[in-house]
């Protein structure tokens, strides 16, 4: 990471090294891997191999979670990407969560969180296909803008899909 070394942080950079320092990325000496039962993942940042450590995969300890009754995991198969909340990026496995919903006559949801290009867009898409009103709440969500517009994108293939874009005041009632 020369950039790091000569003092030219970018804000990917910055992030990556406070997800190290925070325990919640470690180095890794190995090529990265998604372990066959997806208890552990390797990626290559910025040509550093980072794993997720137990402490990174935790729940936020400030978050309130007495009202949370099941918790859905995604990107479990190393073979197959996983974007969505709801599937796998080819939509041939799903998670279980718009069964979930549906039992619970859930008719609407409100999507945020990382990454508005990626993980938020095709899980708000996602919804939509599965024909649930949809919500991004936008100020609530933050991109990874791989190339300059990709969060602009992302969110008008939201918008053309029928998802409601707004921030989070205009969801509170």
């Not at 969505?84 to 409100?110: E, I, P, W």
Request: glycine share 10%; hydrophobic share 40%; proline share 2%.
């Amino acid at each position: 990471m020369t950039a790091i070394a000569a003092g030219l942080k970018t804000e990917r950079e910055e992030l990556l090294g406070l997800l190290l320092q925070q325990g919640i990325l470690q180095r890794s000496e190995t090529q990265p891997v998604l372990s066959r039962d997806g208890s552990s993942a390797r990626w290559m940042l910025d040509s550093l191999a980072v794993t997720l450590t137990p402490r990174g995969a935790e729940l936020a300890a400030a978050l309130k979670t007495d009202r949370v009754e099941r918790i859905f995991q995604k990107g479990t198969d190393p073979a197959i990407d996983s974007y969505s909340g709801f599937f796998d990026n080819g939509h041939r496995k799903a998670t279980g969560l718009g069964d979930y919903l549906r039992q619970r006559g859930v008719k609407s949801v409100h999507v945020a969180g990382l990454a508005t290009d990626y993980c938020v867009k095709f899980t708000a898409l996602d919804a939509r296909f599965l024909g649930f009103e949809t919500h991004l709440i936008q100020d609530a969500s933050r991109g990874v803008n791989l190339n300059p517009g990709d969060v602009d994108t992302a969110i008008q293939h939201m918008r053309d899909a029928g998802v409601k874009i707004g921030n989070a005041g205009a969801f509170v009632k």
